[in-house]
């Protein structure tokens, strides 16, 4: 049997929340795409996503929601301006 393993590495991220422009009195959220080590999108769900989002001067609380399909939605809500490093 082949064991299909998910790559963070090749894995796609996108969505507002990841864009430039992003309020900081809003929340927002950004989609994980989980490919496998071909590059190839993983059609379940089940990965161990973890996200940190650091803000200017503190983290910002991350919620990663398992859509079941190889898709992860992460939501979250900066509250102060500035570069934020997902």
Do not use: W
């Amino acid at each position: 049997a082949v064991v299909v393993v998910c790559d963070a590495a090749q894995s796609r991220v996108f969505g507002p929340g990841v864009e430039d422009g992003v309020q900081d009195n809003l929340p927002t959220h950004f989609t994980i795409e989980a490919r496998d080590t071909d590059g190839l999108p993983m059609r379940k769900g089940g990965e161990p996503f973890e996200v940190a989002i650091g803000g200017p001067h503190r983290p910002v609380p991350a919620a990663v929601t398992d859509n079941g399909d190889g898709t992860y939605t992460v939501n979250f809500a900066p509250d102060e301006a500035g570069p934020h490093r997902i």
